[in-house]
């Protein structure tokens, strides 16, 4: 994720070693007292929100020691604050959570009731996000030097924003970000140099923001030093853009025109003030994307590339085989840890493999606490039996531990559980270093959608009712995220008894397809009606007795037949082989599913 500068020009070498030095220092600073600044920020949030109603409903009456607050207030969840923040989003400008005026609703990708949920933020909080984007660059300047010598080719994009009753903005924290004057207005400093000129970032027609983006980033191909989007999907999107729309690209390049498909007049504006004819270089990359081959595309077109940006922890890994393929193995760099409720920390070693990342966080974004927390063997998580009484302070989590991250933020959170697991596997310092292990109960996932095992059971349920009138039933199901699209899309393992004489036509099972989608979250639905982030749902009816064979093979590995369930979602891969070699038919959504901008409850 790129990075964001501070108020300060920077113009001159001296001048951007003495920033880097600073930032180190701070870092050095802030993870060697972490428990002392912990207090210190802990403080600060109580001191500022003293008078808010949250904290006197729990009886705190401005105590701003740790004890107290731990002793009064309790753990929470989204659901827990849905009224104060439904409050909030009508209108109502009581301090409330905050003492601050909300500025804006954050919109997460995780959801509640089925529509996004909604972080309340104070202005106060961009100037916190640009601290932590600031330190980004001093800490990989130290492993790969000179990237001020030329510009990151980053795929940014805005989506959509909604407004709430009250009149606030509801949009996604990096939408927030790039229409801020942090960003918009940032003065020249050479970490920020992008291919990509603000206007093709902002223009809201995805189309035309990732062609603009690409001929930028096509045109400029010798000085880029670094390539990325946020998340490991949305640079192999910009790469399969490439794939389909290069011809036009390199006759743009050759004729130093810009295509009538872009119409945004900013865009083609600020496009056409660096794009001149340059029919050496539209032969080299028709030369390179003629090829069959697209093995190391990135390293042939940008050869000076040092890095790929992008977000791997997580549900992400699963794009790390795409990412080497297309980048002929250069370094996968995941720079930072942050989320819409808050951001957290920094990778102090960015170069090590996707599967080593480690975040440390920094005590002075928010006051962190931590559940101790058990997975079994399927994954789940279970909680401490000790419960939420015996959370931990950031000093105080054990190496080889797993726990739960809770937040108090200064925009009005208080001890909300983020959902995330996170393990303990080092220390900067004093100060611990995270590895990501999964969003808590998250089945599918392809971009930024997060679908648990219940959602999609509902949604299964609801689909199943076509095949009633065929007097055919479910008799078992699962699901795996496949990524070898592009998007990638859903599919659903259905095992289905036809007990009638009627064959089930496949525009009933194209319905279930599209019954699935509708019932599924507003984010999944954004992501396929309008992000176009992830492809057609696809269910794939097996042979009967499948599953069967699926609980024989688990059994094989050592599952007991006694606790065996079958599991809603796979991923092993001999198990995916399994049931593909078992279809007998499949069928696709036949159209994208109803999705509109905002809460459903503000648009009726």
């Not at 959570?97 to 309340?120: A, N, Q, V, Y």
């Not at 959504?589 to 901008?597: A, I, N, R």
């Given at each position: 994720m790129p990075e964001a500068p501070d108020n300060g020009v920077t113009t001159t070498d001296y001048a951007l070693t003495d920033k880097n030095k600073k930032a180190l220092e701070f870092i050095e600073d802030v993870t060697s007292r972490p428990d002392q600044?912990?207090?210190?920020?802990?403080?600060?949030?109580?001191?500022?929100?003293?008078t808010v109603e949250y904290l006197h409903r729990h009886g705190l009456s401005g105590h701003t020691d740790r004890e107290t607050f731990k002793k009064l207030v309790p753990v929470v969840t989204y659901e827990d604050l849905h009224n104060d923040i439904t409050r909030i989003a009508n209108g109502d400008k009581s301090a409330i959570?905050?003492?601050?005026?909300?500025?804006?609703?954050?919109?997460?990708?995780?959801?509640?009731?089925?529509?996004?949920?909604?972080?309340?933020t104070i202005d106060a909080e961009l100037g916190r996000r640009s601290l932590l984007y600031s330190l980004l660059m001093p800490v990989m300047n130290q492993f790969v030097p000179g990237l001020d010598k030329g510009k990151g080719m980053y795929f940014l994009f805005i989506k959509?924003?909604?407004?709430?009753?009250?009149?606030?903005?509801?949009?996604?924290?990096?939408?927030?970000?790039?229409?801020?004057?942090?960003?918009k207005e940032r003065p020249y400093d050479p970490y920020t140099n992008y291919t990509s000129p603000n206007e093709t970032i902002l223009c809201p027609d995805s189309y035309q923001s990732m062609y603009s983006q690409m001929l930028c980033g096509l045109y400029l191909n010798k000085e880029v030093l670094r390539v990325g989007a946020v998340f490991a999907s949305g640079f192999i999107r910009a790469i399969r853009f490439l794939e389909k729309h290069w011809s036009l690209l390199s006759r743009d390049i050759r004729t130093g025109s810009l295509?009538?498909?872009?119409?945004?007049?900013?865009?083609?504006?600020?496009?056409?003030?660096?794009?001149?004819?340059?029919p050496n270089l539209a032969?080299?990359?028709?030369?390179?994307?003629?090829?069959?081959s697209w093995q190391g595309i990135i390293t042939r077109l940008w050869p000076n590339t040092k890095y790929v940006d992008v977000i791997v922890t997580g549900s992400m890994a699963q794009y790390i085989p795409t990412l080497d393929y297309y980048s002929n193995g250069l370094p996968l760099v995941c720079t930072m840890y942050?989320?819409?409720?808050?951001?957290?920390?920094?990778?102090?070693?960015?170069?090590?493999?996707?599967?080593?990342?480690?975040?440390?966080?920094?005590p002075t974004m928010?006051?962190?606490?931590?559940?101790?927390?058990?997975?079994?063997?399927?994954?789940?998580?279970?909680?401490?039996e000790k419960g939420n009484s015996q959370l931990v302070d950031l000093a105080d989590v054990k190496l080889g531990q797993e726990y739960e991250l809770v937040v108090t933020t200064y925009a009005g959170l208080y001890r909300y559980r983020v959902g995330d697991i996170l393990k303990v596997v080092g220390f900067k310092n004093k100060a611990p270093q995270f590895s990501f292990i999964c969003r808590k109960n998250v089945a599918l996932s392809i971009d930024s959608d997060k679908t648990d095992e219940v959602e999609l059971h509902k949604a299964v349920e609801n689909a199943v009712n076509h095949l009633v009138p065929f007097s055919a039933t479910l008799t078992e199901y699962t699901s795996y995220a496949d990524t070898t699209t592009i998007p990638g899309h859903y599919v659903i393992f259905w095992e289905v008894n036809e007990n009638g004489s009627t064959p089930i036509p496949a525009w009933v099972f194209e319905d279930c397809c599209l019954t699935i989608e509708e019932s599924l979250n507003s984010v999944y639905r954004q992501g396929r009606a309008s992000d176009k982030s992830i492809g057609a749902l696809e269910i794939k009816v097996v042979e009967n007795g499948t599953f069967d064979k699926l609980m024989d093979f688990a059994i094989s590995l050592g599952a007991s037949i006694n606790q065996y369930k079958t599991p809603r979602c796979v991923k092993y891969k001999p198990i995916v082989e399994l049931l593909n070699a078992k279809v007998v038919s499949s069928?696709?959504?036949?159209?994208?599913?109803?999705?509109?901008?905002?809460?459903?409850?503000?648009?009726?």
């Open positions: 600044v912990q207090q210190q920020i802990l403080t600060e949030i109580l001191t500022q929100n003293a959570l905050s003492s601050h005026p909300i500025s804006e609703f954050l919109t997460s990708s995780g959801t509640s009731g089925g529509e996004r949920k909604l972080m309340p959509s924003e909604a407004k709430t009753p009250g009149g606030l903005l509801a949009r996604p924290v990096l939408t927030s970000y790039y229409k801020s004057t942090h960003f295509n009538p498909v872009v119409t945004d007049p900013s865009v083609r504006e600020s496009v056409m003030k660096m794009l001149k004819p340059d032969d080299f990359i028709e030369l390179e994307c003629s090829k069959k942050a989320s819409s409720e808050c951001y957290f920390g920094v990778n102090l070693n960015p170069l090590c493999s996707p599967s080593e990342v480690a975040y440390t966080i920094i928010a006051y962190f606490e931590f559940l101790l927390v058990h997975r079994t063997a399927n994954g789940a998580t279970i909680e401490s069928y696709f959504s036949p159209k994208c599913p109803k999705w509109f901008p905002g809460h459903k409850q503000w648009t009726g």
